[in-house]
Nanobody, 126 residues
Framework: QVQLVESGGGSVQAGGSLRLSCAASGYTASSYSMGWFRQAPGKEREGVAGIDSDGRIRYADSAKGRFTISKDNAKNTLYLQMNSLKPEDTAMYYC????????????????????WGQGTQVTVSS
């Protein structure tokens, strides 16, 4: 059973930065994908960025140029560096994972992932 625990959320002013972390455990498959998603109040959960076991990366248009996804295999930790934050980035951010599938097939849709963390809140004030 894969377990994911996010941390690093908080409150920042517009233009600021945050780095989210997701500690993962319980992986058994050699290939997998991990992703960051977010959900604002009253809105659907949306994909932000994804990375797979081979290092393939995909970003949502809203994240391109501002967010960077990375992983530290030795620490089993996924990161999301968020720069130039905007008030519209305010949301609960979730880490997600799926074993046995790579970013070749993943479109960053929530339905494609079956393991989820509890979320970490990011609030950006203007």
């Amino acid at each position: 059973q894969v377990q994911l625990v996010e941390s690093g959320g908080g409150s920042v002013q517009a233009g600021g930065s945050l780095r989210l972390s997701c500690a993962a455990s319980g992986y058994t498959a050699s290939s997998y994908s991990m992703g960051w998603f977010r959900q604002a109040p009253g809105k659907e959960r949306e994909g932000v960025a994804g990375i797979d076991s081979d290092g393939r990366i995909r970003y949502a248009d809203s994240a391109k140029g501002r967010f960077t996804i990375s992983k530290d295999n030795a620490k089993n930790t996924l990161y999301l560096q968020m720069n130039s934050l905007k008030p519209e980035d305010t949301a609960m951010y979730y880490c997600a994972a799926i074993e046995g599938r790579t970013m070749v097939w993943i479109r960053l849709l929530p339905i494609e992932f079956n393991y989820w963390g509890q979320g970490t809140q990011v609030t950006v004030s203007s």
